[in-house]
């Protein structure tokens, strides 16, 4: 969570590697899911997790931490 001005933001970060067989999903579509062109994987940007397979596993999370108003990617979340 970042607060800018009266926003306060949520961030999420995730390897966009698909875990069904390693291609790379797209950016989020309109409904907000990250979409495999591979095989039609669907993950929910909010959260990584699987909404459509073949994947079964979540998008890998990468943790953020923010020093200073800077926004670092730190190392993975597993
Ligand atoms: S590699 Fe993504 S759905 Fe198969």
């Known amino acids: 969570m970042v607060r800018r001005g009266n926003e306060t933001l949520f961030l999420v970060s995730y390897q966009l590697v698909c875990t069904h067989q390693g291609c790379k999903p797209t950016l989020p579509n309109p409904e907000r899911n990250l979409v495999c062109p591979c ?3 669907a993950y929910k940007a909010t959260d990584g997790s699987v909404v459509r397979g073949p994947a079964r596993q979540m998008l890998e999370g990468i943790r953020l931490e923010v020093r200073d108003g800077v926004i670092f990617a730190v190392g993975n979340l597993s």
Request: aromatic share 0%; hydrophobic share 0%; no cysteine.
């Open 39 to 41: 095989h039609g994987s």
